[in-house]
């Protein structure tokens, strides 16, 4: 699956933006792409007491963090073409508007401690229209092993085509975590199998199998493996990525002002999981 012809990195100096900014430059250099470095400023205070000269100011100050970011780029991988974007607001929006021909966003988490249901980390997953990594603290390659969160959803699908396109490009292994615990998402016509432990194993290990199968004839250089627990998929993943350096889940669609929020397994990972997690759209969105 492809998305651009570009990587979309978030940076604004601070460590994690610093974190973001090296895994993009990585990423675009192990996929050959270019990278797209953006800088979001905003005036800090009301726009009652707007100062033109004082926004030229902090405007100036966002420019140079910016050429900061492009010339650590250039240093760390001095191959991949990289340009700056300085942008005025927030800095979810921004990304979005800017995101047109990029294949992933890149932005840096927090510690738990920080994140916010405001910040960017949690927003731009819930709205951008392409795959969103949060590079958090851990997840440096030691295990080199992709995980995906499936759960039979057409966004569980997606997330199955950027984790097998992950570990090929780089030579990880594929886990494929199914926590199929999960009755207050099922249609009327299944909350029978929830009487039924195995008849629920059953059904759902078929579904995960048959998708797999799939995508591994798509990809046959990925070593994948499955694991259906009858746990909740928060449990699920949680466990699967204490050994992983990269956790894939897919974005359920939502309408309203749900659409400024993701659910609350994928917030719990982009607030909590030892590795760099991924948010990937379903197609079409």
């Known amino acids: 699956m492809s998305w651009g012809s570009s990587i979309l990195v978030g940076y ?23 990278l797209n470095v953006c800088h979001a400023w905003r005036w800090p205070y009301s726009v009652k007491y707007i100062d033109n000269e004082g926004a030229a100011i902090v405007r100036r100050m966002g420019q140079n963090l910016l050429d900061q970011g492009v010339l650590r780029v250039r240093d760390v991988a001095p191959a991949v073409p990289v340009k700056g974007y300085l942008a005025d607001g927030p800095a979810d929006a921004a ?9 992933m966003i890149v932005v840096g988490g927090h510690d738990p401690a920080e994140m916010a249901l405001g910040s960017t980390s949690m927003r731009l997953p ?21 995980v995906a969160g499936f759960d039979g959803s057409s966004g569980s699908d997606a997330a199955l085509a950027f984790a097998y396109e992950e570990a090929a490009v780089r030579g990880w292994t594929l886990r494929v975590v199914y ?15 929830f009487a039924d432990r195995e008849r629920l194993r059953q ?31 928060r449990e699920a993943l949680f466990e699967a990525a204490e050994t992983a350096d990269l956790l894939v889940v897919g974005r359920r669609g939502a309408g309203g002002i749900d659409r400024l929020r ?24």
Do not use: F, N
């Not at 819930?126 to 992709?146: D, I, K, L, S, T």
């Not at 993701?262 to 969105?285: K, Y």
């Open 12 to 34: 604004d100096a601070t460590p994690d933006g610093e974190r973001a900014l090296r895994w993009a430059a990585a990423e675009a250099k192990l996929r050959r792409l270019a």
């Open 95 to 103: 990304l979005i508007h800017l995101s047109g021909e990029a294949e």
């Open 126 to 146: 819930a709205r951008a229209p392409r795959p969103v990594v949060v590079v958090r603290p851990g997840g440096g390659g030691e295990h080199r092993r992709v």
């Open 179 to 193: 926590g199929c615990w999960e009755p207050s998402a099922a249609s009327a016509d299944e909350l029978s199998l």
């Open 203 to 233: 059904v759902r290990g078929a579904e995960l199998e048959q998708s797999v199968a799939s995508w591994s004839t798509k990809y046959p250089q990925v070593d994948v493996q499955t694991a259906l627990t009858v746990t909740s998929p």
């Open 262 to 285: 993701v659910g609350s397994t994928t917030g719990a990972m982009l607030v909590q999981a030892p590795c760099a997690v991924v948010v990937v759209p379903p197609a079409g969105s």
